[in-house]
């Protein structure tokens, strides 16, 4: 991340103008653009809505115009801001400008200085400049992820004296977030039911904003609201940043929550020139206070706006388009808009039914070797599902199968307990009032601190108003604590202060201080359970090898800049677009991707739509429409296969049991479809199968064959057609096995 100065935005400099204009050629920015397109890149002044369906080209547009102003309006990069909702879209615009307009060498990557990111990295950055007008916060302030949000949540229900067996941190967690971004709303709306339930809430609301201003900390929603909190209080910060951005670019402006909302107002409050784009048929993030008034009412909100429509589909099939339409259709909240393309009919959509979750991922990873087989790469497909859980037995199938694939979240990573136990480490380094750290740590590797002596230190703080860091530094913090957890604690106090000089250092130095001062042996064995500590060993390496990276992007960022990144990460972060790997990811993280193979996991009643967030829902109906919509953004992922699969039978975290298959489902067009259910198994086993076509030509119910793996078998049945035939093989050595035939290399032996 760089940390150009504001000032740079009034200084006339040499780089203002239009660097470059001449290499690229405006003729050359609208290649292949249709009208509309065409029109939204070169829109005047003013603010620009573009409303369109999915794979219209927004994003396309979004980027060529950021491109068209810099090289033909004479607008410098960093008078742009642009706002994109994941950290991979974000890159991409980077490398994008970056490629439009070579920057010098030092400062690629950087979109050529041009303010490109998503709200939180913004906000991250504006905060680490003008946090100080903000009373008891100062830039070294620590960014808190939900976990430590609910560890601290925790601390506080025990604290306050109630059961946090009932009042439990992950629900609280989320109701002072809902409260928080309701309260960017305007319209006074007031969320309170009366209840004792509320109260403790409340209360514990109260103690929680005390206590994160103590430890000078911020969760995401605070990095949101806090820069909200300086706009609207501190107009001259506002106008700053008002008078810089001359160019205000939003993507994916659907997803906006009224917070986000209200943050764009102020960006775009000096020049006006405001530029949008989103699909309310998208918007899939209401649960976290999306509003998608925010888009419907844009040309109220901005007299004067242009609005510019975008029609034709570049992406899908005509099949999975005609697919996506279908479903989406059942929405009642919404305007009618039918996308349409020029592009094939192509493939029918595959849906097909699976006994278990197994049979569901063998089932996928056979149609990804598939896709492979015919040609494509494994970096072509991607597997989407509602609910994490349900990655584990895909993630099973496609080892078994030798499938290379990535897990499109970067926050797994994170997540784990090695890298968290540094984060936290480096939180301390750069933050000790950091309170969740310290507890995190400060029995890593044990050290007999136990939670009597921890109660006693923090006790020992909180009555004097310090950190409990700070409180280690007094006298008399110890008098109460005996034994071991004494020695324990006064090594920790010595291991802080050694972190303490990693404070100004880059990122990979600072990393080498945290480990010297850990017993890295001692504390990989401390969390063996079982299988050995290379995992873990490689996993710091992995993160050292992050920290080394960062440093050579932004010399200028250090820890501080570092310790931002790594925070921010969110799910789509680790996707390497141009590896040759299978992507998972959850419906949520997929918006805005792209991929020629997509199958959709789990397409059951209970997970799409999803039970809880119907039965929690103000509205069912409307949960079921924005589940939908989420189907719908999963389709229309797809350029050219689609498939769709669902179980009978599920394993939950509490056993298994029988399942139905989705309600939308019966929404997909019968004409666009190809279903394999058991019943058709069965039928295609009479009928469907040709054994004169195809992959099982020769192929017959009682033929033994041979396969290169299991040896010598019988066929028992044969079932599907084209690509989906498949025999059923009782093997001499190996017993029953389904296997699709396409790939299966079986050679018949008995004639
Ligand atoms: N005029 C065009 N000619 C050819 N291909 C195009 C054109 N416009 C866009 N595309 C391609 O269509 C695909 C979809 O474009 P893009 O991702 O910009 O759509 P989008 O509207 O942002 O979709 P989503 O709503 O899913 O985010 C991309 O591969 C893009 O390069
Ligand atoms: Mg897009």
Same mark, same amino acid.
């Given at each position: 991340m760089d940390w150009l100065d504001l000032k740079e935005a009034t200084a006339p400099s040499a780089l203002s103008g239009a660097p470059n204009a001449d290499a690229v050629a405006e003729s050359q920015l609208l290649e292949g653009l249709n009208d509309a397109q065409r029109e939204a890149v070169l829109a005047g002044s003013g603010p620009l809505l573009i409303v369109a369906g999915p794979g219209s080209g927004k994003t396309r547009v979004v980027t060529t115009r950021i491109a068209h102003l810099v090289t033909q309006r004479g607008i410098a990069p960093w008078e742009i801001l642009a706002i994109t909702f994941t950290n991979k879209a974000a890159k991409e615009m980077r490398e994008r400008v970056d490629r439009l307009i070579p920057p010098p060498e030092a400062e690629q990557g950087r979109g050529g200085g041009s303010w490109i990111g998503t709200f939180h990295s913004m906000c991250a950055r504006i905060l680490r400049r003008e946090i100080d007008v903000l009373e008891g916060y100062t830039r070294d302030?620590?960014?808190?992820?939900?976990?430590?949000?609910?560890?601290?949540?925790?601390?506080?229900?025990?604290?306050?004296?109630?059961?946090?067996?009932?009042?439990?941190?992950?629900?609280?967690?989320?109701?002072?977030?809902?409260?928080?971004?309701?309260?960017?709303?305007?319209?006074?709306?007031?969320?309170?039911?009366?209840?004792?339930?509320?109260?403790?809430?409340?209360?514990?609301?109260?103690?929680?904003?005390?206590?994160?201003?103590?430890?000078?900390?911020?969760?995401?929603?605070?990095?949101?609201?806090?820069?909200?909190?300086?706009?609207?209080?501190?107009?001259?910060?506002?106008?700053?940043?008002?008078?810089?951005?001359?160019?205000?670019?939003?993507?994916?402006?659907?997803?906006?929550?009224?917070?986000?909302?209200?943050?764009?107002?102020?960006?775009?409050?000096?020049?006006?020139?405001?530029?949008?784009?989103?699909?309310?048929?998208?918007?899939?993030?209401?649960?976290?206070?999306?509003?998608?008034?925010?888009?419907?009412?844009?040309?109220?909100?901005?007299?004067?706006?242009?609005?510019?429509?975008?029609?034709?589909?570049?992406?899908?099939?005509?099949?999975?388009?005609?697919?996506?339409?279908?479903?989406?259709?059942?929405?009642?909240?919404?305007?009618?808009?039918?996308?349409?393309?020029?592009?094939?009919?192509?493939?029918?959509?595959?849906?097909?039914?699976?006994?278990?979750?197994?049979?569901?991922?063998?089932?996928?990873?056979?149609?990804?070797?598939?896709?492979?087989?015919?040609?494509?790469?494994?970096?072509?497909?991607?597997?989407?599902y509602r609910a994490g859980f349900l990655q584990r037995a895909i993630e099973a199938a496609l080892r078994y199968d030798a499938v290379p694939y990535q897990v499109v979240a970067g926050l797994e990573f994170y997540q784990r307990k090695e890298i968290k136990d540094l984060v936290a480490l480096l939180r301390l380094a750069l933050n000790p009032a950091d309170d969740v750290a310290f507890v995190r740590v400060v029995n890593t590797p044990a050290r007999g601190v136990g939670d009597t002596s921890l109660a006693r230190l923090a006790h020992f703080a909180q009555e004097r108003g310090l950190s409990m860091a700070n409180a280690l530094g007094e006298a008399d913090a110890l008098n109460e604590i005996r034994g071991r957890a004494k020695k324990g604690l006064a090594e920790f106090a010595g291991a802080l202060e050694e972190l303490a000089l990693a404070r100004e250092l880059d990122a990979?130095?600072?990393?080498?201080?945290?480990?010297?001062?850990?017993?890295?042996?001692?504390?990989?064995?401390?969390?063996?359970?079982?299988?050995?500590?290379?995992?873990?060993?490689?996993?710091?390496?992995?993160?050292?090898?992050?920290?080394?990276?960062?440093?050579?992007?932004?010399?200028?960022? %250090? /820890?501080?800049?570092?310790?931002?990144?790594?925070? =921010?990460?969110?799910?789509?972060? !680790?996707?390497? &677009?141009? +590896? *040759?790997?299978? %992507? /998972?990811?959850?419906?949520?993280?997929?918006?805005? =991707?792209?991929?020629?193979?997509? !199958?959709?996991? &789990?397409? +059951? *009643?209970?997970?799409?739509?999803?039970?809880?967030?119907?039965?929690?829902?103000?509205?069912?109906?409307?949960?079921?429409?924005?589940?939908?919509?989420?189907?719908?953004?999963?389709?229309?992922?797809a350029k050219e296969r689609l498939l769709v699969t669902y179980t009978t039978y599920r394993s939950f975290f509490g056993g298994g049991r029988p399942v139905l298959p989705s309600r939308y489902l019966r929404e997909l067009p019968e004409a666009e479809i190809e279903g394999v259910g058991p019943e058709e198994r069965e039928e295609e086993a009479l009928g469907a199968f040709d054994p004169a076509k195809g992959a099982g030509a020769g192929l017959e119910v009682g033929a033994i064959v041979m396969h290169p793996h299991f040896g010598r078998g019988k066929i028992e049945q044969l079932t599907g057609a084209g690509i989906n035939a498949r025999a059923t093989v009782d093997f001499v050595r190996e017993g029953r096995k389904q296997l699709l035939l396409q790939y299966a290399s079986l050679e018949r032996l008995d004639r």
């Open positions: 302030f620590s960014i808190h992820d939900t976990g430590d949000r609910n560890n601290l949540i925790k601390t506080i229900v025990k604290d306050l004296g109630f059961d946090p067996k009932q009042f439990r941190a992950p629900q609280i967690g989320s109701w002072i977030s809902a409260r928080k971004n309701r309260r960017g709303r305007d319209d006074g709306f007031e969320l309170s039911d009366g209840s004792m339930e509320e109260d403790v809430f409340l209360a514990v609301e109260k103690k929680y904003r005390e206590r994160m201003r103590q430890q000078n900390a911020l969760d995401f929603d605070d990095l949101l609201l806090k820069v909200l909190e300086i706009f609207d209080h501190h107009h001259g910060v506002r106008d700053a940043y008002a008078r810089r951005f001359r160019q205000v670019l939003v993507d994916e402006y659907q997803d906006t929550n009224r917070v986000q909302y209200r943050l764009v107002k102020h960006f775009a409050s000096f020049h006006g020139n405001l530029t949008v784009c989103g699909d309310p048929d998208q918007s899939i993030y209401a649960w976290r206070g999306a509003d998608i008034r925010n888009i419907l009412d844009f040309e109220e909100d901005y007299p004067g706006a242009q609005t510019v429509r975008l029609e034709q589909n570049y992406r899908s099939t005509g099949r999975i388009l005609e697919a996506a339409n279908a479903v989406i259709s059942n929405n009642t909240a919404r305007k009618d808009k039918d996308l349409f393309t020029d592009g094939e009919q192509g493939e029918r959509v595959v849906v097909i039914e699976c006994g278990d979750e197994n049979d569901e991922a063998r089932e996928i990873a056979a149609q990804i070797r598939s896709h492979v087989a015919r040609g494509g790469n494994y970096g072509d497909c991607a597997v989407l990979a130095v600072a990393l080498d201080v945290v480990l010297e001062s850990l017993d890295v042996d001692r504390w990989l064995a401390e969390m063996d359970d079982g299988s050995g500590t290379a995992d873990r060993a490689a996993n710091v390496e992995e993160f050292r090898a992050f920290a080394s990276d960062y440093d050579e992007r932004s010399p200028e960022g %250090k /820890l501080r800049g570092f310790l931002e990144e790594v925070a =921010l990460v969110s799910d789509t972060d !680790a996707y390497e &677009g141009d +590896e *040759d790997r299978v %992507k /998972l990811m959850t419906l949520h993280a997929c918006k805005g =991707l792209e991929f020629r193979f997509v !199958a959709i996991a &789990g397409v +059951e *009643d209970e997970l799409l739509p999803h039970e809880r967030a119907v039965d929690e829902a103000a509205d069912p109906d409307v949960a079921i429409e924005e589940e939908r919509r989420l189907f719908y953004v999963g389709i229309t992922r």
